[in-house]
């Protein structure tokens, strides 16, 4: 069973456009949830772990337990957001990633 | 920030040869290291977790005799494919968990000729 939905394999909005992407998660126990970024021929950054409740480069996701949803939002896209974008679980002893399919994000100027 | 530097970037190697991938914790022991396997256009997938100083820990249908990883030390992990086929053909990446989540090696591309 998929651990992490990422509906939109694709997503573009234009410049100065709010985006979402979306993330659900299916986990009993109390999730530890990350968006990861990778830019084009880049390694995976962090962009935000819930936990931290903080905003990276004008992004924020809010973990909302009852409907097991944990998207990724900016009111105003930039260009330079373009890239591909990873919603992760943290799960078992080990505290394994589980990775969503990825949405790629592409803001048309 | 923590730092894993992952090596080599590409490598192209023929087929039925083995080949070695290193990941290496620049500025941080790394007592847990995970590798991934991502397909073009496709997530990363959790081939295994080792452990420094342990057998690691594969995930249900990665075969243990093919895809070698040695964690010998706190700033080292290895994988090795064995007897590499061209299906074994894909991009292979390592992570270490860190005190703020997790750090990505920039990845090995492998192609099997």
């Known amino acids: 069973a998929q651990r992490v939905t990422q509906p939109e394999k694709l997503l573009s909005v234009f410049k100065g456009a709010p985006v979402e992407l979306k993330c659900n998660y299916s986990y009993s126990g109390s999730p530890e949830l990350f968006w990861y ?53 943290s799960e078992g002893s080990a505290r394994q990633l589980t990775f969503g399919s990825g949405t790629q994000l592409t803001v048309l100027p | 920030g923590a730092v894993v530097s992952q090596h080599p970037s590409w490598v192209i190697c023929k087929s039925g040869t083995s080949v070695k991938i290193e990941c290496r914790s620049l500025d941080f022991q790394a007592t847990t290291m995970f590798w991934y396997r ?36 706190l700033t080292l992990s290895t994988l090795t494919v064995t007897s590499a086929h061209p299906e074994d053909s894909s991009f292979y990446i390592c992570s270490a968990t860190v005190y703020y989540g997790y750090t990505f090696g920039s990845g090995t591309r492998l192609t099997v000729v």
Do not use: W
């Not at chain 1, 996701?61 to 009111?75: I, Q, R, V, W, Y």
């Open chain 1, 37 to 89: 970024v990778q830019y084009s021929r880049q390694r995976l950054q962090l962009l935000l772990r819930h936990i931290s409740r903080e905003s990276i480069k004008g992004f924020t996701a809010d973990l909302n337990k009852g409907e097991t949803s944990f998207h990724l939002k900016k009111p105003f896209a930039q260009e330079e957001d373009s890239a591909m974008y990873y919603c992760a679980l």
């Open chain 2, 38 to 73: 991502q397909f073009p256009k496709q997530s990363l997938m959790l081939m295994a977790t080792s452990n420094e100083g342990s057998k690691a820990t594969y995930e249900q249908g990665v075969e243990k005799d093919k895809f070698l990883i040695n964690h010998a030390s």
